[in-house]
């Protein structure tokens, strides 16, 4: 939906200075130039998994305990000792 509004505006945007005698500014649309990059990440603490979670495997979900996400990444890792869910350090 994202991209759909982005490309909306841009077009829109190529529309009025096709009409105009300014110049473009300095981010424009060049047609058929624009690419979707999905970037997966999750909070410390939550992490992807459609094993458990095959209803929504895209979804960022609380790590089970005795696991644990430090950072922005998607993966829960195993550690020998947490015992709490959400868990961001071992």
């Not at 982005?6 to 829109?12: A, I, N, V, W």
């Not at 305990?65 to 868990?87: E, F, K, Q, R, T």
Request: net charge negative; aromatic share 12%.
């Amino acid at each position: 939906m994202a991209k759909k509004l982005l490309e909306r505006f841009f077009k829109k945007q190529v529309e009025l200075h096709r009409r105009s005698s300014e110049p473009l500014p300095e981010i424009y649309y060049i047609e058929g130039m624009m690419q979707m990059v999905w970037v997966d990440r999750c909070y410390p603490g939550y992490g992807m998994n459609p094993l458990i979670h095959p209803d929504c495997p895209e979804c960022c979900v609380a790590c089970s305990p005795v696991s644990y996400n430090p950072g922005n990444g998607i993966h829960c890792l195993l550690c020998d000792s947490s015992l709490i869910y959400g868990a961001t350090t071992f």
